[in-house]
Nanobody, 127 residues
């Protein structure tokens, strides 16, 4: 699976951005597609993920109520709608795929759980 993230940019605090992840290759029903981010000087952290078949979702606490992950099976894309952005959301955002995971959607994964990722897209929030 190859992944291409897009939609990043510079936005003022309180603004919105919509990231999109286009996947080439097959995403199977049990796969998870997730978004991670890496802020300057920090480790890559989990943001959100969606189960391909059921569209069940999971978010990290810091983005709940502000970010929404969704998928379009016909287009093989996963979007991340980000609202009420804050400076702490500034990071490079990566979309990643975990093939046939052995954990439920209620588990918060780490980067090591995901086998495929794209090149990332920069999000900068000015305060």
């Amino acid at each position: 699976v190859q992944l291409q993230a897009s939609g990043g940019g510079l936005v003022e605090a309180g603004g919105s951005l919509r990231l999109s992840c286009a996947a080439s290759g097959t995403i199977y029903s049990n796969d998870y597609v997730g978004w991670f981010r890496r802020a300057p000087g920090k480790e890559r952290e989990f943001v959100a993920m969606i189960k391909w078949r059921s569209s069940a979702t999971r978010y990290t606490d810091t983005v709940k109520g502000r970010f929404t992950i969704s998928r379009d099976a016909a287009k093989n894309t996963v979007d991340l709608q980000m609202n009420s952005l804050i400076a702490e959301d500034t990071a490079i955002y990566y979309c990643e795929v975990d093939k046939d995971p052995d954990y439920t959607i209620n588990f918060t994964p780490s980067e090591e759980n995901f086998e495929y990722w794209g090149q990332g897209t920069q999000v900068t929030v000015s305060s």
